[in-house]
């Protein structure tokens, strides 16, 4: 059984990959964006169980398997996403500010930066 206060595999400015799903294609987005993990891993029950969720800040807009969008931002379950070379510093500032100069995020870059670097401490 999984321990849900730990915050999982991925942390805030880790960049991902969202796959498609190789068992139910395509998967939520057939475009496997690249983005950055924005908020931490959040217990969600699903039909294949209890798994977590992270925001993903998307680097373009994206259409879902269901040609809605585009979005920013999602929600994507850990089964679909895969680290990718790690952020900068200046990589999560810069995105950091976009999020709040444009949706009012509540986290500051200084923020983001604090809980990923204190995660890996």
Do not use: C, K, N
Not at 18 to 32: I, L, S, T, Y
């Amino acid at each position: 059984m999984s321990d849900w206060a730990d915050p999982g595999p991925f942390e805030l400015g880790d960049r991902v990959i969202v796959r498609q799903d190789r068992v139910h294609p395509p998967g939520p987005f057939p475009a496997e964006p690249t983005g950055t993990i924005v908020s931490s891993g959040m217990p969600t029950m699903t039909t294949r169980g209890l798994r977590r969720t992270y925001g993903d800040e998307f680097d373009e807009p994206q259409l879902d398997a269901d040609g809605d969008g585009p979005y920013v931002f999602a929600d994507v379950l850990d089964v679909y996403l895969e680290r990718i070379e790690e952020a900068s510093v200046a990589d999560v500032l810069d995105r950091a500010r976009s999020r709040a100069s444009t949706t009012g995020s509540q986290l500051s870059a200084a923020e983001i930066l604090e809980h990923r670097d204190a995660d890996r401490t």
